[in-house]
């Protein structure tokens, strides 16, 4: 479904952003891009979806070029910004107005979008919070129907009850032809939704890890459940115990920490390393 080749790239009169970035993602995957401040999700994601060209390299999504920004390309992926446009229209007229643009739009699961997340389609845009924008086109591109859904920090000013919707709608929109992208750092809102994990950091791809593998290859512990500390790929000092990842023996059931392995991937990533198969 994405498959980026040797990609570089970087803004006018700044240094190289991306250098011969590779990256192969498929179908029916909820996958978490994560990255430091600067690292370049949003550039990327823009590359992804046509609203930035690479300086060299291949980019193919859904088997087209993405920067060519075909009418059949753009009716099949949804990309969410981090910051939205200002709009002066209902949420009604908006999807009246949009909706023609993707042939798969299902209004019926729009409908149902907004009623869970509690906001009234006849309401304006101009009116609402910043929360509510974001509940209304999360609403809008989980209907839309897409091939490829792009949300840049979709929980960004998302209330807790409102992160807990968007993970069950995000759900149970999924499909097996579909691909959902999601950047952020609020890795906890992640918990339990996605299956694939994604780091980008100094300007590649450093980590591309399903989370099965991730559960089959890493612990994540107490210290004094794991005392020796030579056993310790990452850890952290807590207030109590710390917490360290370790190599998996197969003998503890332990849940993913995101942040945990998120910071010992970009404080050691040859520790961490994906390897061709993965
Ligand atoms: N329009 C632009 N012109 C020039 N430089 C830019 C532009 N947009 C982003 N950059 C630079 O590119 C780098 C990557 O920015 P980008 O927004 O892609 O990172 P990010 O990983 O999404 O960051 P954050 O997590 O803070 O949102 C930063 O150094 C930023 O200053």
Same mark, same amino acid.
Request: charged share 20%; glycine share 8%; aromatic share 10%.
């Given at each position: 479904? $994405?498959?980026?080749?040797?990609?570089?790239? =970087?803004?006018?009169?700044?240094? @190289? %952003?991306? =250098?011969?970035?590779?990256?192969?993602?498929?179908?029916?995957?909820?996958?978490?891009? %994560?990255?430091?401040?600067? *690292?370049?999700?949003?550039?990327?994601?823009? $590359?992804?979806?046509?609203?930035?060209?690479?300086?060299?390299?291949?980019?193919?999504?859904?088997?087209?070029?993405?920067?060519?920004?075909?009418?059949?390309?753009?009716?099949?992926?949804?990309?969410?910004?981090?910051?939205?446009?200002?709009?002066?229209?209902?949420?009604?007229?908006?999807?009246?107005?949009? *909706?023609?643009?993707?042939?798969?739009?299902? =209004?019926?699961?729009?409908?149902?979008?907004?009623?869970?997340?509690?906001?009234?389609?006849?309401?304006?845009?101009?009116?609402?919070?910043?929360?509510?924008?974001?509940?209304?086109? $999360?609403?809008?591109?989980?209907?839309?129907?897409?091939?490829?859904?792009?949300?840049?920090?979709?929980?960004?000013?998302?209330?807790?009850?409102?992160?807990?919707?968007?993970?069950?709608?995000? *759900?149970?929109?999924?499909?097996?032809?579909?691909?959902? %992208?999601?950047?952020?750092?609020?890795?906890?809102?992640?918990?339990?939704?996605?299956?694939?994990? %994604?780091?980008?950091?100094?300007?590649?791809?450093?980590?591309?890890?399903?989370? @099965?593998?991730?559960?089959?290859?890493?612990?994540?512990?107490?210290?004094?459940?794991?005392?020796?500390?030579?056993?310790?790929?990452?850890?952290?000092?807590?207030?109590?115990?710390?917490? *360290?990842?370790?190599?998996?023996?197969?003998?503890?059931?332990?849940?993913?920490?995101?942040?945990?392995?998120?910071?010992? $991937?970009?404080?050691?990533?040859?520790?961490?390393?994906?390897?061709?198969?993965?």
């Amino acid at each position: 479904m $994405i498959s980026v080749k040797n990609l570089s790239f =970087h803004y006018a009169k700044k240094k @190289e %952003l991306f =250098h011969e970035l590779n990256l192969e993602l498929g179908q029916g995957n909820i996958v978490g891009l %994560l990255g430091k401040n600067g *690292a370049g999700k949003t550039s990327l994601i823009k $590359i992804l979806t046509g609203l930035l060209y690479p300086k060299a390299g291949e980019c193919q999504m859904l088997g087209e070029t993405p920067s060519k920004r075909s009418p059949q390309f753009l009716g099949n992926v949804y990309f969410l910004p981090e910051e939205i446009e200002e709009s002066n229209l209902r949420m009604d007229k908006h999807v009246a107005l949009y *909706a023609p643009f993707y042939p798969k739009f299902d =209004h019926e699961a729009f409908a149902s979008n907004m009623t869970s997340f509690g906001i009234d389609p006849s309401e304006n845009l101009k009116n609402l919070s910043y929360g509510q924008k974001k509940q209304f086109y $999360i609403s809008f591109g989980l209907a839309s129907g897409c091939s490829l859904l792009v949300f840049d920090e979709p929980t960004n000013g998302l209330d807790i009850p409102s992160k807990s919707v968007f993970r069950k709608l995000v *759900a149970s929109s999924m499909t097996d032809d579909k691909l959902i %992208l999601i950047s952020t750092h609020q890795v906890r809102d992640l918990g339990n939704l996605i299956d694939r994990v %994604l780091v980008l950091n100094n300007g590649a791809i450093i980590f591309n890890k399903s989370t @099965e593998d991730i559960s089959n290859q890493y612990d994540f512990v107490s210290t004094d459940t794991v005392p020796d500390s030579t056993q310790w790929l990452y850890h952290e000092r807590g207030l109590g115990n710390g917490k *360290a990842i370790v190599q998996s023996q197969g003998n503890l059931e332990s849940k993913i920490d995101l942040e945990l392995l998120f910071s010992g $991937i970009v404080a050691h990533p040859e520790k961490f390393k994906t390897t061709a198969h993965e």
